[in-house]
């Protein structure tokens, strides 16, 4: 059960164990899973997250292409901490070739556990490129792209799929039994389709069609905001883990609740104010140790504002803070606003 005290790894919950599923070298841990998310499911964020009980970590989509050319960007991106494991790295790109080079060069730099292939990013510069939620159009392809991923390395490879590319070319149970007898050890479905998805809600039969369709594990994401979300989702659609996105922004905390178990939403109590500004001075601290200096104020400035929001005088820090670039001004305004919240209560 979720306890108001800060729990970090290793004080697991008491309640039902999560099935578990051997994937070749490792079993796919317990926990809910943080999705993947450019900007913000960086290495510090993920590595908070775990602390907090978060399953399978996924890093942020990076360049197939790039990465076969060697791209410092590219392969940098995909470092991470040993506290990450297992991790999946997940590229993207249009071709099976370039998967294929990029792969071996990412497992001899930083022997990840798993190699994802993004099939879903509805993104104008990925999509205009045949990349990302493009590959959605043909499944034969995205098996032929997890084929040539696991011709060219010895490493689990999963893919990230939408419903279809297109309403209502529904084509997310093709592509995953095409990714399944490629070879592939995991699927993850976001119940949207590729075009068209602002305003639609992520549909559970579709993943509940996913899971039926194959004998690896499902992830089922899309929409999922509360307990009661990750309850429903899983009863609804048989999925075998939930993947958490915008809930988890300003929250990494939410995976503590899910470690061993579906709460709902008034089995669990919110974090204290000061408890959510502790959680924020860690994540600083993980992202000054990762980052040079100015990538990591700026990619904190969207963090404060999550982990403040609804506090008094909280837009005051976040307007305040957005202008202001050294990290010690920085951190001693946070405590301050701390002190702040402390005598309010
Ligand atoms: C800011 C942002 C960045 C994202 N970046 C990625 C990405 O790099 N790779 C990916 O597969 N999906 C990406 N996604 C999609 C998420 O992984 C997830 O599928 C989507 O947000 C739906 O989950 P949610 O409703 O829980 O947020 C991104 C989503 C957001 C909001």
Known sequence: MFDKKLKYKNEKSKNQPKPTHLIEKWELPAGEILAPMAGISDSPFRRLTRRFGSGLLYSEVISAEGTRRMGDVSIDMARFDEEERPIAI??????????????????????????DINCGCPVKRFVS???????????????NIVSAVKKAADIPVSVKLRSGYRKP??????????????GASLIAIHGKYVRGWKGTVSDFEVIGRVKSAVNVPVIGNGDILSYSGVKAMVSETGCDRVMLGRWACGRPWIFQALENGYP???????????????????HYELMLERFNVPTAVHRMRKHIGWYTRGMRGASTLRGELMRVEDPDYVLNRISQFKEMVLEDT
């Open 169 to 182: 070319d529904e084509t997310a149970v093709e592509a995953a039994i095409a990714a399944e007898q490629a």
């Open 90 to 115: 997940q590229l993207f790109g249009s071709e099976p070739s370039q998967f294929a080079d990029a792969t071996p060069i990412i497992i001899e730099r930083w022997q990840p556990d798993m190699i």
């Open 129 to 143: 490129r045949s990349c990302g939620g493009f590959l959605m159009q043909d499944p034969d392809l995205i098996g």
């Open 264 to 282: 709902t939403d008034d089995e669990v109590p919110e974090l204290e104010a000061t408890q959510k500004i502790d959680v924020l001075l860690l």
